[in-house]
């Protein structure tokens, strides 16, 4: 699915404590970006991060993040389950590049047109916040090829 939807502007905290705006703490020319709705999503998201870690170490304008959405009825246990998280994680490159959203989810969901919960959304996201390509679902080689063809578009551009 290509979009030209912009990602929507929410408040998030990566793992390292640290208060950001989304899209404009995205640092890249080019973001993929892999939003998950359960804790159980984590398998998932990590599918996808020897392939972006390839890709990004080739790529000087590629970044990736992880976006762990959490409902609002957690946000008065943030510190905690970001705490825990942090205490598993320890590497400050993942930290740094985790960004947790609480609160109500369909802020995020519903301008990304996400109806599916029960697995991850992965999107690339361009500099001006826009949403270029967007799929369901942990690593498979098939997805993979589409997302490189994305990004090589947004190369070229």
Known sequence: MSSRAKFPRIDARNLQGLDVRLPEAFAGKRNVVMIAFQRQHQSLVDSWVPWL??????????????????GR???????????????????????QRT???????????????????????????????????QRTGGFTQDIAAELETALDVLRRE
């Open 73 to 95: 009825m957690w946000a008065p246990a943030r510190r905690f389950i970001d705490g825990g998280m942090a205490a598993a994680i320890r590497v400050p490159a993942i930290l």
């Open 99 to 133: 960004f947790t959203v609480y609160g109500d989810v369909s802020r995020l969901t519903t301008p990304l047109g996400i109806t599916d919960r029960s697995t991850i959304t992965i999107a690339l996201v361009d500099d001006e916040g826009h949403v270029r390509w």
């Open 53 to 70: 870690e390839q890709q990004s170490a080739s790529d000087d304008g590629l970044r990736f993040y992880e976006i762990p959405t959490i």
